[in-house]
């Protein structure tokens, strides 16, 4: 689509802001007012439209899709999408561990278990770790410490913890990123969640698509972060 428009701006009102293009707010794709909690979310949607050429490109607006998808889709009923994330909580990638005595579980207990702990620690909560691919569930008081938890999170907030649980298969990570400080901090996060893959690399050598697919993801779970911090911002 060609560009339409020349001017990109904000407006705010009643603790919502809104992005303008040649003064007129923006809409969702069901065309709802895209309204946001604080201005700084907005500009981050206003700099996606300023960065456009003469031709819109619909892969470079990561976070106007979250933010329409949060409005249009999750506020309808965000309890379904914590539900959604709680399905990670009994398959935790942090979680499932190679046998004792294999060499990667000593990897995964440097890298993952000061993870775990931190984050049991914070949310009061005790996790199983597992052995081996066989399943257990966890327990109904951690399932249900996690759901109280997603349940004080916005739909905005909820749409940056999907795209960050999806990509790393775990929520321990999501919920880990989404409270850290700096852009470092998720991506060590993010690094850690990818343990295995390294390791497998490490081991047999490294394929380039793969290398280029994972470069992929750990881009948009950045760009996730980035986008959940934001909504987090009072």
């Given at each position: 689509?060609?560009?339409?428009?020349?001017?990109?701006?904000?407006?705010?009102?009643?603790?919502?802001?809104?992005?303008?293009?040649?003064?007129?707010?923006?809409?969702?794709?069901?065309?709802?007012?895209?309204?946001?909690?604080?201005?700084?979310?907005?500009?981050?949607l206003a700099a996606e439209w300023e960065?456009?050429?003469?031709?819109?490109?619909?892969?470079?607006?990561?976070?106007?899709?979250?933010?329409?998808?949060?409005?249009?889709?999750?506020?309808?009923?965000?309890?379904?999408?914590?539900?959604k994330l709680l399905t990670y909580g009994?398959?935790?990638?942090?979680?499932?561990?190679?046998?004792?005595?294999?060499?990667?579980?000593?990897?995964?207990?440097?890298?993952?278990?000061?993870?775990?702990?931190?984050?049991?620690?914070?949310?009061?909560?005790?996790?199983?770790?597992?052995?081996?691919?066989?399943?257990?569930?966890?327990?109904?008081?951690?399932?249900?410490?996690?759901?109280?938890?997603?349940?004080?999170?916005?739909?905005?907030?909820?749409?940056?913890?999907?795209?960050?649980?999806?990509?790393?298969?775990?929520?321990?990570?999501?919920?880990?990123?989404?409270?850290?400080?700096?852009?470092?901090?998720?991506?060590?996060?993010?690094?850690?969640?990818?343990?295995?893959?390294?390791?497998?690399?490490?081991?047999?050598?490294?394929?380039?698509?793969?290398?280029?697919?994972?470069?992929?993801?750990?881009?948009?779970?950045?760009?996730?972060?980035?986008?959940?911090?934001?909504?987090?911002?009072?």
């Open positions: 689509m060609k560009r339409f428009y020349k001017e990109v701006g904000i407006t705010s009102g009643d603790d919502e802001w809104q992005v303008t293009l040649d003064g007129r707010g923006i809409k969702t794709v069901q065309g709802a007012p895209q309204l946001v909690p604080n201005e700084a979310l907005a500009k981050q960065a456009q050429g003469e031709k819109l490109d619909p892969a470079t607006f990561p976070l106007r899709d979250m933010v329409d998808y949060a409005l249009d889709v999750i506020s309808a009923d965000p309890a379904s999408l914590a539900e009994d398959t935790d990638t942090l979680l499932y561990r190679a046998d004792p005595d294999e060499p990667l579980h000593a990897r995964q207990m440097e890298v993952w278990e000061p993870i775990v702990a931190g984050f049991e620690a914070d949310m009061g909560v005790k996790l199983i770790r597992i052995s081996g691919i066989i399943h257990r569930p966890q327990s109904d008081e951690y399932m249900a410490a996690m759901r109280a938890h997603l349940a004080t999170l916005s739909p905005l907030t909820l749409a940056g913890m999907e795209v960050m649980t999806s990509l790393a298969a775990s929520l321990i990570t999501s919920t880990s990123a989404s409270k850290a400080a700096d852009r470092e901090s998720a991506l060590a996060l993010w690094r850690a969640a990818c343990l295995e893959e390294e390791w497998q690399a490490e081991l047999w050598g490294r394929d380039e698509e793969e290398e280029a697919r994972r470069a992929k993801r750990e881009a948009a779970f950045l760009k996730a972060y980035e986008a959940t911090r934001l909504t987090l911002i009072a």
